[in-house]
């Protein structure tokens, strides 16, 4: 990974026009030049991760994936983040995970573990980050961007094999073996700013840059209102990193938590 900002060299027009010329003002208010595709969830690390890159001057297209996930109250929440933060567009890729299965957030007859679990959980989802990934790789081509900035984080996390950062390297490593930009020397970027951060850390830095937390939703079993339970894994870091950080948690429970 590069923590190198360098603006792409590319500025093509898009759909609504002339939003990409270099030197125009966006929604956000950054300047149209430098332009990334920022992975978006609707939840506390991707939002905190939206925040970071406009604070660094990105114009953001920010990516969500209604992938057939159990917690669709997420969804909402990545709508209402990215507008919430001005991203210049928030685009929703359907794909149809749940056909494949093999995780409890797609397949409702994997239950979700409320209590803590060895090696790698349940919640798991094959290759998620790699499709998501090679998605907003092709958006970034088509934006012209060459920075792409996704939440993983190796420190407290799950155990997800595609959150470390041997799997960051090595796909950036592809990007730009196997996209037209990358061979014609526009280098793309995988940026990855919560890698080593801890939870208590990231909540921080994200109120440094005015995120508001009560919009977000980490719950993997959230209910229709975006409630939390209280009990998954997700749930257990975000509180306990509220607590680590000694700020209130503003996250909407259900009423039997």
Known sequence: MSGNDQSGKHQPRNKEGDVGQPGREGPSGEKSGK???????????????????????????????DYGQRH????????????????????????????????ALTDDKIAVPEQESEGI?????????????????????VLGAQ????????????GYPDCRPTFIEAFERMANLATKSGVEGHQ???????????????????????????LTVSCYQADEEGRACGKCDSCRLRRAGFQAAGVPDPTHYRSDV
């Open 35 to 65: 332009r990334a595709v920022v992975l978006t969830s609707g939840g506390l690390d991707s939002t905190t991760l939206l925040a970071i890159a406009k604070d660094e001057g990105y114009r953001c297209y920010s990516l969500s994936f």
């Open 121 to 141: 959980p349940v919640t798991y989802v094959p290759a998620r980050n790699t499709v998501f990934l090679s998605i907003a790789l092709g958006w970034a081509e």
């Open 188 to 214: 793309l970027r995988i940026r990855t700013p919560l890698i080593d951060l801890s939870k208590a850390e990231i909540i921080q830095r994200g109120l440094q840059l005015g995120v508001d937390y009560s």
């Open 147 to 158: 920075d792409i900035f996704i939440g993983v984080n190796a420190v407290d996390y799950s």
């Open 72 to 103: 669709r109250a997420e969804l909402r929440a990545a709508t209402r983040c990215s507008a919430d933060l001005g991203a210049a567009e928030h685009k929703v890729v359907g794909l149809d995970l749940r056909s494949i299965g093999g995780s």
